[in-house]
């Protein structure tokens, strides 16, 4: 593995003293938010995460390299290449490698690679899910593939709000994923709080998640487990005003017959762009508190 993964050195000895490490998505950061605003979130992240006694490995590919944990200057550097790199999902990661190339890491490539590195928690802003419309495009992201194959907590606010929500739990009760809400029974909606889904299980303590992920092994079960962190109040958005400007940005996708991969950054940046600093305000924030929980959701499991 040394040829193609790079640990920083914060993240090498962390896991040689066996220190709480979390792996953390860089399309969440650095795609969807812009330079230099997306380093400077990057590095508020880093300092969260240290805070709970942590150390953060933000994933992603640099210059053919597979890099876990990523120094300040790394940071600026990938940060300033924002909509240079090619979005890297699982799939994707041996053609960047093999090429040479930089790329930004979605939440299902992410998990692959903590999974490899043995980093048990994941932190991203929000996963991937059955898009609207998928019994006839077929259009369901690899993230929650790879949280059924991949033995890694994730923590994130719920599924991207442009999703089917609805379809989105089923496919994840479908396949045995424990879906999980901290401090909360209703499925967080992205930016807003608001989904009105109710979700399977309530956990009011890093605690108790350590002790279910702990059980889980133990018994042999296979498939990851969600834990679900709702956005904080002051930042969160408007639910009524988000799925407006989500049903014009679908409708405005068809006009621009945009399809495919492509789909998903067209009605995120459609939607941001509609609601205005608030969104941006509120994608920032939820990534570094997500990133703290999963720090506390790590220090309790070692």
Known sequence: MEQYIEYSQEVAEALKNNKPVIAIETGGTFEGIPYPDNVETALKVMEAVRKEGAAAAYISIMAGKIKVGMSDAELEDFGK???TMPKASKREIPLIL???EYGVMTLAATMVVADIANIPVVSGGGMGGVHRGAEVTMDISSDLEEIAERNVIVVC??????????LTMEYLETKSVATVGYKTDEM????AIESGIKLPCKMETVEEVAKAYRIKNELGIKTGMILMNPISKEYAVDAAQMN????????????????GKAITGYLMKYVKNKMGSD???A???MIIENAALAARVAGAMS
């Open 81 to 83: 290449r924002r909509g």
């Open 279 to 281: 969104s941006m305000d």
């Open 244 to 259: 407006e400007a989500i049903n014009e940005a679908i409708e405005n996708s068809k006009k621009d017959n945009v399809k």
């Open 157 to 166: 606010s719920g599924a991207k709000s442009i999703l089917d929500l609805n």
């Open 283 to 285: 994608q920032k924030n």
């Open 98 to 100: 093999a090429k040479g």
């Open 188 to 191: 967080p909606a992205y930016m």
